[in-house]
T-cell receptor, first 111, second 116 residues
Framework: GESVGLHLPTLSVQEGDNSIINCAYS??????FIWYKQESGKGPQFIID?????DKRQGQRVTVLLNKTVKHLSLQIAATQPGDSAVYFC??????????FGKGTTLSVSS | GAVVSQHPSWVICKSGTSVKIECRSL??????MFWYRQFPKQSLMLMAT?????????EQGVEKDKFLINHASLTLSTLTVTSAHPEDSSFYIC????????????FGPGTRLTVL
């Protein structure tokens, strides 16, 4: 079946380092991808999105890269801060359907 | 940005009772809302799609008679967990799609349900 998955369940970095979180998706028909951050006991918080007609999009300290050839999505966080510690999910959908979430990567930032 | 609220934020109930969770879009109309369930250290799993004025569409494996969904207005969807049992204890999260403008999906803060 279709699935969205993450390569690594946990990522530990030092404060100030750049973080890269990866995600693989299998539905080639997906045209919209989003990265969410979830802190303990809270709902998902939108970070950045990208549509299938783009391969890169930048936000404040974050960059999302989309490689449709290999169905790969990544989130890059520059100068990672302790406040970035959370679980990060990629999600995908097509044409306004419900988002399908990946398994999640726990990012742990140490000072 | 658009705001989606959920009420209550947490609830503890006895086994066998029913619990209603509300999901409201506060500053926009939402023809479609989604209900997700999240167990500890797991991802969000889609339970059902709630459409205003029509029956909800449930994902495979989700009992429609146990998880009653009502989407009576463009700003409110409710999820009722009937005859709750400890295995229903979970974090329930709703999301809403803004019906006007560019497609955007907004998530509520979640409701923590604990069934004793």
């Amino acid at each position: 079946g279709e699935s969205v998955g993450l390569h690594l369940p946990t990522l530990s970095v030092q404060e100030g380092d750049n973080s890269i979180i990866n995600c693989a998706y299998s539905n080639s028909a997906s045209d919209y991808f989003i990265w969410y951050k979830q802190e303990s006991g809270k709902g998902p918080q939108f970070i950045i999105d990208i549509r299938s007609n783009m391969d890169k999009r930048q936000g404040q300290r974050v960059t999302v890269l989309l490689n449709k050839t290999v169905k790969h999505l990544s989130l890059q966080i520059a100068a990672t801060q302790p406040g970035d510690s959370a679980v990060y999910f990629c999600a995908e959908n097509q044409a306004g359907t419900a988002l399908i979430f990946g398994k999640g990567t726990t990012l742990s930032v140490s000072s | 940005g658009a705001v989606v609220s959920q009420h209550p934020s947490w609830v503890i109930c006895k086994s066998g009772t029913s619990v209603k969770i509300e999901c409201r879009s506060l500053d926009f109309q939402a023809t479609t809302m989604f209900w997700y369930r999240q167990f500890p250290k797991q991802s969000l799993m889609l339970m059902a799609t709630s459409n205003e004025g029509s029956k909800a569409t449930y994902e495979q494996g989700v009992e429609k008679d146990k998880f009653l969904i009502n989407h009576a207005s463009l700003t409110l969807s409710t999820l009722t967990v009937t005859s709750a049992h400890p295995e229903d204890s979970s974090f329930y999260i709703c999301s809403a799609i803004r019906t006007s403008g560019v497609y955007e999906q907004f998530f509520g803060p979640g409701t923590r349900l604990t069934v004793l």
